[in-house]
C-alpha cells in the first residue's frame, strides 16, 4: 500500500486518512482551522471563539470574560458554541435598540 497522504491530497479544512489502495479526505472538527486528524485535539489551530485547553480547542465562555460583552441595560450575555449572543433579560424585550420593561 501506498500512503497518498503523504503528498496532502486534501484541502487545508480536511485532514488525509490513508485506507488499503487508496486514501479518503475527511472534514476537520467544527473547533479546528486545519487539523492533522479527527477531533479538536487534532486541531493545527483552533477556531475564532475557541481556545486550546488540554490540548483540546474548547469553546471560550465569552459571558465569564473580566470584560463585559453585553452592554446594555437590562441585558443578558448567553454562551453559544464559538461564540454569545445578548439578549434581554426576563421581563424585558428589545425595542429600538434598547430593552425596555415589557
Do not use: H, M, W
Amino acid at each position: 500500500d501506498i500512503d497518498e497522504c503523504d503528498g496532502s491530497p486534501c484541502k487545508d479544512d480536511q485532514y488525509c486518512l490513508n485506507t488499503d489502495g487508496s486514501f479518503s479526505c475527511k472534514v476537520c472538527d467544527a473547533t479546528c482551522v486545519g487539523c492533522t486528524g479527527e477531533g479538536s485535539d487534532k486541531c493545527k489551530t483552533c477556531a475564532s471563539g475557541y481556545i486550546k485547553e488540554d490540548e483540546k480547542c474548547t469553546d471560550i465562555n465569552e459571558c465569564n470574560l473580566p470584560e463585559k460583552v453585553c452592554i446594555r441595560e437590562n441585558e443578558d450575555c448567553v454562551n453559544t458554541k464559538g461564540s454569545y449572543k445578548c439578549v434581554c433579560s426576563e421581563g424585558f424585550e428589545e425595542k429600538d435598540g434598547t430593552c425596555i420593561p415589557i
